[in-house]
């Protein structure tokens, strides 16, 4: 339960707009307080040791991040897989599969 509200909070601080140097301490806090519980629970029943690289990112890199390119609301991995689908996957199936990087860049050309 104590990683569940943990999480809340971090989350809360992940969605501002704005970050004061000291809101970015307390975000920094907030993931480590989730990140050493989270860790706590996990490690011994995770397959891969808990070797992924978006809790790494998150942990370790995500305020350094904000510090430099600001807030991360408009973050999410679904942006770059709607654009791996509409300029990778799409133009693929339509390749005769031949000289496959030719055609799709012919194609994401065209858009």
Do not use: C
């Amino acid at each position: 339960m104590n990683v569940y509200v943990k999480w809340n909070e971090m989350y809360l601080l992940s969605r501002l707009e704005n970050f004061k140097e000291s809101d970015l301490q307390d975000f920094q806090k907030a993931i480590n307080d989730w990140g050493n519980i989270f860790i706590k629970l996990f490690r011994d029943i995770s397959r891969s040791n808990l070797k992924f690289p978006k809790l790494h990112s998150w942990i370790y890199h995500i305020v350094d991040t904000i510090r430099e390119h600001g807030a991360i609301n408009g973050y999410t991995t679904e942006t770059y897989e709607s654009l791996h689908k509409t300029y990778v996957k799409i133009p693929y199936r339509l390749s005769n599969k031949k000289d496959v990087e030719k055609q799709i860049m012919e194609n994401v050309n065209k858009k």
